[in-house]
């Protein structure tokens, strides 16, 4: 068993910066873990994956403002922020597997069996 518990998030004015944390707990070992995001009223969306051996993928709408990593003991995830604009309004969930294997795809990062129960940010212009 997995558990994950995002923290950070937070209001923020337009162009401002966040930094989410998930933190993770399991004896078992966490390979793709990742976060997606739902805005209200829309579908959810993958943000970005990160794979076993440290790969990242990236949304495009987001590429280049937001930073994806993981601590050497695979205990807490981070997703860092820039220049945050009103589109990045959403619930943020990490998500994770312990497949080997698996897929870091941030268009696939949503499905992975693992998630917390999420944390808001809200970005206001």
């Known amino acids: 068993q997995v558990q994950l518990a995002e923290s950070g998030g937070g209001s923020v004015q337009a162009g401002g910066s966040l930094t989410l944390s998930c933190a993770i707990s399991?004896?078992?070992?966490?390979?793709?873990m990742g976060w997606f995001r739902q805005p209200p009223g829309k579908e959810r969306e993958g943000v970005a994956g990160?794979?076993?051996?440290?790969?990242?993928t990236y949304a495009d709408s987001v590429k280049g403002r937001f930073t994806i990593s993981r601590d050497r003991t695979k205990t807490t995830l981070t997703l860092v922020m820039n220049d945050l604009n009103d589109d990045d309004t959403a619930m943020y969930y990490c998500?994770?597997?312990?497949?080997?294997?698996?897929?870091?795809?941030?268009?696939?990062?949503?499905?992975?069996?693992?998630r917390g129960p999420g944390t808001q940010v809200s970005v206001s212009s």
């Open positions: 399991t004896h078992l070992d966490v390979t793709c």
């Open positions: 998500t994770a597997t312990t497949s080997r294997g698996c897929n870091y795809g941030y268009g696939t990062i949503a499905s992975l069996p693992y």
């Open positions: 990160l794979g076993n051996i440290g790969g990242t």
